[in-house]
T-cell receptor, first 115, second 113 residues
Framework: KQEVTQIPAALSVPEGENLVLNCSFT??????LQWFRQDPGKGLTSLLL?????REQTSGRLNASLDKSSGRSTLYIAASQPGDSATYLC??????????????FGRGTQLTVWP | NAGVTQTPKFQVLKTGQSMTLQCAQD?????MSWYRQDPGMGLRLIHY???????DQGEVPNGYNVSRSTTEDFPLRLLSAAPSQTSVYFC????????????FGPGTRLTVT
C-alpha cells in the first residue's frame, strides 16, 4: 500500500526566507504528484501537478521537483510571505488498476511565516 | 465556472440518523471521489466514480453509499450515522482518472453526537 510522508510536520520561519518542504512515497509506480494548500477550515487548493515523466513544475514563487525512482518530491517556496501560512499537502496518484485516479495523501506540513 | 460545490457546509447529526452530503461540479468531469479528513491523518478515499452509473469503493467505504446518475452530481449517503463518522468530508473531481489535476470542494464538517 502506498505510504506518503511529509517532513517537517510544522515549520515556523520569518518573512523572506526560502523554504523546502519534503514529501516521500513508498511505491514509485505513480501516475503523478500533486501539491495542495489548505487554509484553516477551508478546502484544498491545487498548487502544482507533476506528471511521473516530468522532473519539475514551477508556478510563480513555487517550484516542485519529482524524483520518482527515489520516491521523493520537494516543494520550494521562494521569498516566503505571511500569506503563505497554511498547511501544504502532498498527494501521489495511483497508476494501476483500481488505484487509477486515487490520491494518496501525506499528513501535511503546517507552515507559519511571521512578519 | 463554480467548480466543485458541496452542501451543507456544516451538519450535526444524532447517532443513527441518516443524511446525504451533496456534491456537484460544472466542469464536465468524468471522475469524482469522496475523501474524509481526520485530525492527524491524511485524507482517505471513501468512494469514487469513473463516470455516470459507475461507482466503486475506496479505502474506507463502510457506512457510506454513493450513486452517480448524472455526470454533474455525486452524493454521499450516510446510512446510520455513528460518532466515528465525525469528520470533514471533501468531494473532488477531475477530467478522468488518467493523471489529470484534481479539484476539491470546500468541504462539509460533520459532527455525530
Amino acid at each position: 500500500k502506498q505510504e506518503v510522508t511529509q517532513i517537517p510536520a510544522a515549520l515556523s520561519v520569518p518573512e523572506g526566507e526560502n523554504l523546502v518542504l519534503n514529501c516521500s512515497f513508498t511505491d514509485s509506480a505513480i501516475y503523478n504528484l500533486q501539491w495542495f494548500r489548505q487554509d484553516p477550515g477551508k478546502g484544498l487548493t491545487s498548487l502544482l501537478l507533476i506528471q511521473s515523466s516530468q522532473r519539475e513544475q514551477t508556478s510563480g514563487r513555487l517550484n516542485a521537483s519529482l524524483d520518482k525512482s527515489s520516491g521523493r518530491s520537494t516543494l520550494y517556496i521562494a521569498a516566503s510571505q505571511p500569506g503563505d501560512s497554511a498547511t501544504y499537502l502532498c498527494a501521489v496518484g495511483g497508476s494501476r488498476g483500481s488505484t487509477l485516479g486515487r490520491l494518496y495523501f501525506g499528513r501535511g506540513t503546517q507552515l507559519t511565516v511571521w512578519p | 465556472n463554480a467548480g466543485v460545490t458541496q452542501t451543507p457546509k456544516f451538519q450535526v447529526l444524532k447517532t443513527g440518523q441518516s443524511m446525504t452530503l451533496q456534491c456537484a461540479q460544472d466542469m464536465n468531469h468524468e471522475y469524482m471521489s469522496w475523501y474524509r479528513q481526520d485530525p492527524g491523518m491524511g485524507l482517505r478515499l471513501i468512494h469514487y466514480s469513473v463516470g455516470a452509473g459507475i461507482t466503486d469503493q475506496g479505502e474506507v467505504p463502510n457506512g457510506y453509499n454513493v450513486s452517480r446518475s448524472t455526470t454533474e452530481d455525486f452524493p454521499l449517503r450516510l446510512l446510520s450515522a455513528a460518532p466515528s463518522q465525525t469528520s470533514v468530508y471533501f468531494c473532488a473531481s477531475s477530467y478522468s482518472n488518467q493523471g489529470y489535476e484534481q479539484y476539491f470542494g470546500p468541504g462539509t464538517r460533520l459532527t455525530v453526537t
